[in-house]
Protein backbone atom coordinates (compact mmCIF):
# COMPACT_ATOMS: atom_id res chain seq x y z
CA UNK A 1 0.00 0.00 0.00
CA UNK A 2 0.97 3.29 -0.71
CA UNK A 3 0.73 5.95 1.66
CA UNK A 4 0.48 9.65 0.87
CA UNK A 5 1.10 12.59 3.80
CA UNK A 6 0.73 15.98 3.44
CA UNK A 7 3.71 16.84 6.03
CA UNK A 8 7.36 16.34 5.62
CA UNK A 9 8.42 15.09 9.13
CA UNK A 10 11.05 12.95 8.95
CA UNK A 11 9.81 11.37 12.46
CA UNK A 12 6.22 10.83 11.27
CA UNK A 13 7.67 8.73 8.43
CA UNK A 14 9.76 7.01 10.11
CA UNK A 15 6.89 6.13 12.72
CA UNK A 16 4.39 5.38 10.27
CA UNK A 17 6.61 3.05 8.44
CA UNK A 18 7.19 0.89 11.62
CA UNK A 19 3.98 0.88 12.35
CA UNK A 20 3.29 -0.87 8.43
CA UNK A 21 6.10 -3.19 8.73
CA UNK A 22 4.76 -4.56 12.28
CA UNK A 23 1.13 -4.72 11.30
CA UNK A 24 -0.37 -8.54 11.92
CA UNK A 25 -0.30 -10.67 9.12
CA UNK A 26 -3.62 -11.42 10.15
CA UNK A 27 -5.38 -8.57 10.59
CA UNK A 28 -9.10 -8.20 9.33
CA UNK A 29 -9.77 -8.78 5.71
CA UNK A 30 -10.00 -5.88 3.06
CA UNK A 31 -13.69 -5.35 2.42
CA UNK A 32 -14.30 -4.76 -1.66
CA UNK A 33 -18.01 -3.54 -2.00
CA UNK A 34 -18.23 -5.17 -5.93
CA UNK A 35 -21.38 -3.93 -8.04
CA UNK A 36 -22.64 -6.66 -10.19
CA UNK A 37 -25.92 -6.23 -12.53
CA UNK A 38 -28.94 -8.35 -11.81
CA UNK A 39 -28.82 -11.45 -13.77
CA UNK A 40 -25.66 -12.08 -14.86
CA UNK A 41 -22.26 -13.01 -13.50
CA UNK A 42 -23.75 -15.47 -11.25
CA UNK A 43 -21.20 -17.74 -11.30
CA UNK A 44 -18.85 -15.09 -10.17
CA UNK A 45 -21.66 -14.45 -7.41
CA UNK A 46 -20.78 -18.13 -6.32
CA UNK A 47 -16.98 -18.28 -6.75
CA UNK A 48 -15.81 -15.19 -5.65
CA UNK A 49 -17.01 -16.09 -1.72
CA UNK A 50 -14.78 -19.30 -2.19
CA UNK A 51 -11.24 -17.85 -2.95
CA UNK A 52 -11.72 -14.35 -1.01
CA UNK A 53 -9.86 -15.77 2.23
CA UNK A 54 -7.10 -16.85 0.60
CA UNK A 55 -6.31 -12.58 -0.47
CA UNK A 56 -7.44 -11.64 2.70
CA UNK A 57 -10.39 -10.24 0.72
CA UNK A 58 -14.38 -9.84 2.14
CA UNK A 59 -16.31 -8.94 -0.78
CA UNK A 60 -19.48 -7.28 -0.15
CA UNK A 61 -21.39 -8.38 -3.52
CA UNK A 62 -24.04 -5.44 -4.36
CA UNK A 63 -26.59 -6.40 -6.95
CA UNK A 64 -27.34 -3.30 -9.52
CA UNK A 65 -30.10 -3.15 -12.33
CA UNK A 66 -27.58 -1.87 -14.95
CA UNK A 67 -23.95 -0.64 -15.23
CA UNK A 68 -24.81 2.75 -16.02
CA UNK A 69 -25.93 3.06 -11.18
CA UNK A 70 -22.65 1.01 -10.91
CA UNK A 71 -20.41 3.76 -12.56
CA UNK A 72 -22.31 6.49 -10.92
CA UNK A 73 -21.50 4.50 -7.44
CA UNK A 74 -17.57 4.08 -8.25
CA UNK A 75 -17.38 7.57 -9.10
CA UNK A 76 -18.87 8.28 -5.72
CA UNK A 77 -16.35 5.98 -3.87
CA UNK A 78 -19.57 3.94 -3.06
CA UNK A 79 -17.96 0.88 -4.61
CA UNK A 80 -14.30 -0.21 -5.46
CA UNK A 81 -15.19 -2.21 -8.23
CA UNK A 82 -18.02 -2.90 -10.58
CA UNK A 83 -18.90 -5.00 -13.96
CA UNK A 84 -19.42 -2.92 -16.70
CA UNK A 85 -20.24 -2.76 -20.66
CA UNK A 86 -17.80 -1.78 -23.30
CA UNK A 87 -20.35 0.97 -23.90
CA UNK A 88 -19.74 2.40 -19.89
CA UNK A 89 -16.48 2.06 -20.74
CA UNK A 90 -16.32 4.70 -23.03
CA UNK A 91 -19.06 6.92 -21.60
CA UNK A 92 -16.60 6.79 -18.61
CA UNK A 93 -14.04 8.28 -21.15
CA UNK A 94 -16.63 10.59 -22.51
CA UNK A 95 -17.12 12.00 -18.83
CA UNK A 96 -13.83 11.94 -17.37
CA UNK A 97 -14.74 9.38 -14.82
CA UNK A 98 -12.00 7.61 -12.62
CA UNK A 99 -12.29 4.01 -13.52
CA UNK A 100 -9.93 1.24 -14.91
CA UNK A 101 -10.60 -2.33 -16.17
CA UNK A 102 -8.99 -4.58 -15.09
CA UNK A 103 -10.26 -7.76 -15.92
CA UNK A 104 -12.40 -9.08 -18.52
CA UNK A 105 -16.03 -11.34 -18.14
CA UNK A 106 -17.06 -11.89 -21.84
CA UNK A 107 -20.01 -11.48 -24.28
CA UNK A 108 -22.92 -12.77 -26.52
CA UNK A 109 -25.52 -11.10 -24.38
CA UNK A 110 -27.23 -8.81 -27.17
CA UNK A 111 -29.93 -11.04 -28.43
CA UNK A 112 -32.92 -9.47 -30.86
CA UNK A 113 -35.89 -11.68 -30.28
CA UNK A 114 -39.64 -11.43 -31.80
CA UNK A 115 -42.61 -13.40 -30.44
CA UNK A 116 -44.17 -17.27 -31.54
CA UNK A 117 -45.80 -15.24 -34.55
CA UNK A 118 -43.10 -13.21 -35.67
CA UNK A 119 -43.25 -14.05 -39.78
CA UNK A 120 -39.41 -13.87 -40.45
CA UNK A 121 -36.09 -16.71 -40.26
CA UNK A 122 -33.48 -15.95 -38.26
CA UNK A 123 -30.97 -13.22 -39.70
CA UNK A 124 -33.50 -12.44 -42.73
CA UNK A 125 -32.53 -8.68 -42.59
CA UNK A 126 -33.88 -8.27 -45.84
CA UNK A 127 -37.21 -9.50 -44.98
CA UNK A 128 -37.48 -7.32 -41.80
CA UNK A 129 -36.23 -4.64 -43.82
CA UNK A 130 -39.29 -4.94 -46.07
CA UNK A 131 -41.43 -5.83 -43.33
CA UNK A 132 -40.36 -2.25 -41.58
CA UNK A 133 -40.84 -0.60 -44.90
CA UNK A 134 -44.59 -2.08 -45.43
CA UNK A 135 -45.57 -1.16 -41.76
CA UNK A 136 -44.40 2.04 -42.18
CA UNK A 137 -46.23 2.65 -45.10
CA UNK A 138 -49.64 0.97 -43.52
CA UNK A 139 -49.11 3.87 -40.57
CA UNK A 140 -48.26 0.80 -37.95
CA UNK A 141 -44.70 1.11 -37.42
CA UNK A 142 -42.50 -1.68 -36.35
CA UNK A 143 -42.54 -1.52 -32.14
CA UNK A 144 -38.93 -2.46 -30.69
CA UNK A 145 -38.20 -2.76 -26.97
CA UNK A 146 -35.13 -1.84 -25.37
CA UNK A 147 -34.18 0.13 -22.59
CA UNK A 148 -33.09 3.45 -23.47
CA UNK A 149 -29.44 4.57 -23.61
CA UNK A 150 -28.70 0.61 -22.53
CA UNK A 151 -25.69 -1.16 -24.58
CA UNK A 152 -28.40 -3.07 -26.03
CA UNK A 153 -29.65 0.14 -27.26
CA UNK A 154 -26.65 1.14 -29.04
CA UNK A 155 -26.35 -2.37 -30.66
CA UNK A 156 -30.18 -2.04 -32.05
CA UNK A 157 -29.19 1.05 -33.18
CA UNK A 158 -26.04 0.35 -35.35
CA UNK A 159 -27.63 -3.18 -36.16
CA UNK A 160 -30.57 -1.27 -37.86
CA UNK A 161 -28.39 1.38 -39.65
CA UNK A 162 -25.98 -0.87 -41.12
CA UNK A 163 -29.02 -2.60 -42.66
CA UNK A 164 -30.53 0.35 -44.08
CA UNK A 165 -33.32 1.09 -41.01
CA UNK A 166 -33.32 4.35 -39.57
CA UNK A 167 -33.90 3.57 -35.89
CA UNK A 168 -35.67 7.02 -35.37
CA UNK A 169 -38.11 7.52 -38.30
CA UNK A 170 -38.78 3.61 -39.51
CA UNK A 171 -39.36 2.22 -36.53
CA UNK A 172 -40.80 2.63 -32.39
CA UNK A 173 -38.80 2.04 -29.71
CA UNK A 174 -40.05 1.95 -26.79
CA UNK A 175 -38.49 2.14 -23.36
CA UNK A 176 -38.70 -0.95 -21.35
CA UNK A 177 -36.64 -2.45 -19.01
CA UNK A 178 -35.26 -6.29 -19.46
CA UNK A 179 -37.42 -7.89 -17.35
CA UNK A 180 -40.23 -7.12 -18.65
CA UNK A 181 -39.19 -8.21 -22.59
CA UNK A 182 -41.04 -11.49 -21.88
CA UNK A 183 -44.49 -10.04 -21.28
CA UNK A 184 -44.11 -6.61 -23.70
CA UNK A 185 -43.66 -9.37 -27.06
CA UNK A 186 -46.28 -12.38 -26.15
CA UNK A 187 -48.37 -9.75 -25.55
CA UNK A 188 -47.94 -7.89 -28.82
CA UNK A 189 -47.13 -4.54 -26.72
CA UNK A 190 -44.20 -4.85 -29.33
CA UNK A 191 -43.20 -6.84 -31.73
CA UNK A 192 -39.57 -7.41 -30.90
CA UNK A 193 -37.04 -6.50 -28.10
CA UNK A 194 -33.18 -6.49 -28.19
CA UNK A 195 -33.07 -7.91 -24.76
CA UNK A 196 -30.16 -9.66 -22.82
CA UNK A 197 -29.51 -13.58 -23.29
CA UNK A 198 -30.68 -14.61 -20.27
CA UNK A 199 -34.37 -13.34 -20.85
CA UNK A 200 -33.92 -14.33 -24.41
CA UNK A 201 -33.72 -18.00 -23.62
CA UNK A 202 -36.72 -17.70 -21.11
CA UNK A 203 -38.43 -16.33 -23.73
CA UNK A 204 -38.00 -19.24 -26.38
CA UNK A 205 -38.25 -21.61 -23.60
CA UNK A 206 -41.90 -20.33 -21.88
CA UNK A 207 -43.57 -18.56 -24.75
CA UNK A 208 -42.08 -19.97 -28.05
CA UNK A 209 -40.46 -16.65 -29.06
CA UNK A 210 -38.06 -16.90 -32.05
CA UNK A 211 -34.75 -15.32 -31.55
CA UNK A 212 -34.34 -13.22 -35.37
CA UNK A 213 -30.51 -12.14 -34.33
CA UNK A 214 -27.69 -13.02 -31.58
CA UNK A 215 -25.11 -9.82 -31.96
CA UNK A 216 -22.03 -11.33 -31.32
CA UNK A 217 -18.97 -11.89 -33.85
CA UNK A 218 -16.18 -10.23 -35.56
CA UNK A 219 -18.39 -7.35 -36.87
CA UNK A 220 -20.54 -6.65 -34.28
CA UNK A 221 -17.61 -7.50 -31.64
CA UNK A 222 -17.37 -10.10 -28.96
CA UNK A 223 -16.24 -8.63 -25.49
CA UNK A 224 -19.05 -6.91 -24.17
CA UNK A 225 -18.44 -7.11 -20.36
CA UNK A 226 -15.06 -6.30 -17.73
CA UNK A 227 -14.59 -5.18 -14.48
CA UNK A 228 -13.18 -1.98 -13.47
CA UNK A 229 -11.41 -0.62 -10.37
CA UNK A 230 -11.58 3.20 -9.12
CA UNK A 231 -8.72 4.71 -10.59
CA UNK A 232 -6.80 5.81 -7.11
CA UNK A 233 -7.11 2.18 -5.51
CA UNK A 234 -4.92 1.87 -8.74
CA UNK A 235 -2.39 4.55 -7.68
CA UNK A 236 -2.59 4.62 -3.49
CA UNK A 237 -3.75 0.64 -3.06
CA UNK A 238 -1.78 -1.31 -5.73
CA UNK A 239 -1.50 -4.26 -3.13
CA UNK A 240 -5.07 -4.61 -2.77
CA UNK A 241 -5.99 -4.21 -6.62
CA UNK A 242 -3.40 -7.18 -7.60
CA UNK A 243 -5.45 -9.01 -4.68
CA UNK A 244 -8.66 -8.29 -6.24
CA UNK A 245 -7.82 -9.45 -9.94
CA UNK A 246 -5.50 -12.55 -8.87
CA UNK A 247 -8.92 -13.80 -6.31
CA UNK A 248 -10.80 -12.71 -9.99
CA UNK A 249 -8.86 -14.89 -12.41
CA UNK A 250 -8.69 -17.81 -9.18
CA UNK A 251 -12.54 -17.48 -9.06
CA UNK A 252 -13.39 -17.61 -12.82
CA UNK A 253 -10.68 -20.54 -13.45
CA UNK A 254 -13.20 -22.64 -11.81
CA UNK A 255 -15.73 -22.31 -14.59
CA UNK A 256 -14.48 -20.06 -17.64
CA UNK A 257 -13.64 -22.97 -19.95
CA UNK A 258 -16.24 -25.36 -18.78
CA UNK A 259 -19.55 -24.87 -19.56
CA UNK A 260 -21.15 -27.44 -17.72
CA UNK A 261 -19.41 -25.43 -14.69
CA UNK A 262 -20.61 -22.33 -15.68
CA UNK A 263 -24.24 -23.93 -15.95
CA UNK A 264 -23.86 -25.41 -12.08
CA UNK A 265 -22.60 -22.71 -10.33
CA UNK A 266 -25.34 -19.77 -12.63
CA UNK A 267 -27.66 -22.71 -11.01
CA UNK A 268 -27.22 -21.93 -8.08
CA UNK A 269 -27.79 -17.96 -8.09
CA UNK A 270 -30.70 -17.59 -10.28
CA UNK A 271 -34.44 -18.98 -10.78
CA UNK A 272 -34.35 -19.99 -14.33
CA UNK A 273 -34.93 -23.60 -14.68
CA UNK A 274 -31.74 -25.33 -16.05
CA UNK A 275 -32.91 -25.82 -19.48
CA UNK A 276 -32.74 -21.86 -19.86
CA UNK A 277 -29.34 -21.62 -18.34
CA UNK A 278 -27.94 -24.35 -20.49
CA UNK A 279 -29.45 -22.18 -23.47
CA UNK A 280 -27.78 -18.82 -21.96
CA UNK A 281 -24.22 -20.48 -22.16
CA UNK A 282 -24.17 -22.62 -24.18
CA UNK A 283 -26.39 -20.80 -27.28
CA UNK A 284 -25.42 -17.22 -26.40
CA UNK A 285 -22.42 -16.72 -23.71
CA UNK A 286 -18.59 -16.72 -24.43
CA UNK A 287 -16.77 -16.03 -21.10
CA UNK A 288 -13.11 -14.72 -21.20
CA UNK A 289 -10.72 -13.14 -18.41
CA UNK A 290 -9.03 -11.53 -21.28
CA UNK A 291 -10.04 -7.52 -22.47
CA UNK A 292 -10.85 -7.57 -26.18
CA UNK A 293 -9.10 -3.62 -26.66
CA UNK A 294 -10.27 -3.97 -30.30
CA UNK A 295 -13.99 -4.60 -29.07
CA UNK A 296 -13.99 -1.66 -27.16
CA UNK A 297 -12.56 0.81 -29.62
CA UNK A 298 -15.37 -0.38 -31.89
CA UNK A 299 -17.82 0.60 -29.82
CA UNK A 300 -16.75 4.00 -29.43
CA UNK A 301 -16.25 4.24 -32.83
CA UNK A 302 -20.26 3.18 -33.17
CA UNK A 303 -21.24 5.90 -30.30
CA UNK A 304 -19.31 8.62 -31.99
CA UNK A 305 -20.66 7.79 -35.30
CA UNK A 306 -24.56 7.36 -34.14
CA UNK A 307 -24.00 10.91 -31.86
CA UNK A 308 -24.13 9.15 -28.60
CA UNK A 309 -20.53 10.76 -27.39
CA UNK A 310 -18.45 13.65 -27.55
CA UNK A 311 -15.77 12.28 -29.75
CA UNK A 312 -14.30 9.31 -30.91
CA UNK A 313 -12.56 8.21 -28.06
CA UNK A 314 -10.88 4.97 -29.14
CA UNK A 315 -7.55 6.33 -29.04
CA UNK A 316 -8.13 6.62 -25.59
CA UNK A 317 -9.13 3.45 -24.77
CA UNK A 318 -5.52 2.40 -23.47
CA UNK A 319 -5.58 4.47 -21.15
CA UNK A 320 -8.93 3.39 -19.35
CA UNK A 321 -7.72 -0.22 -19.38
CA UNK A 322 -4.85 -1.31 -17.25
CA UNK A 323 -3.52 -5.41 -17.83
CA UNK A 324 -0.51 -5.18 -15.69
CA UNK A 325 -1.89 -7.10 -12.69
CA UNK A 326 -3.71 -9.23 -14.77
CA UNK A 327 -0.56 -10.01 -16.56
CA UNK A 328 1.22 -11.18 -12.56
CA UNK A 329 -2.23 -13.05 -11.55
CA UNK A 330 -2.18 -14.69 -15.26
CA UNK A 331 1.40 -15.10 -16.15
CA UNK A 332 0.73 -13.81 -19.92
CA UNK A 333 1.62 -11.20 -21.93
CA UNK A 334 -0.62 -7.66 -21.77
CA UNK A 335 -0.67 -8.54 -25.41
CA UNK A 336 -2.04 -11.65 -25.49
CA UNK A 337 -4.94 -10.16 -23.01
CA UNK A 338 -5.61 -7.94 -25.74
CA UNK A 339 -7.70 -10.76 -27.40
CA UNK A 340 -10.50 -12.86 -26.59
Do not use: C
Amino acid sequence: MRLKFGVRLAGLAVAAMGLALTADPAAAQDVVRHGLQRGALGALKVTLPLVQQKYNLKYDLRTFNDSTTVILAMEQKELEMGNLTAQHVVRAIDEGMSLVVVIGWGGGYNVLFGGKDFPLARDDFAGLKKLVADRKAAGNKLKIGVPTGSQQHLKLTYLLKNNGIDSAKDVDILNIPFPNHIRSVDGKEVDMAMTIAPFAALAVSTTGAKVFHHVYGKDAGQWEIGQAVRTDLVKQKPDLVQRIVSSHVDAMKMFVADVAKQVEFEQKETTFPKPVVEMIQKEFLRLTIKVTIDDIKLTAKQMFELGWAKKDHSAEVEKYVDLSFLAKATGMSEQELKGF
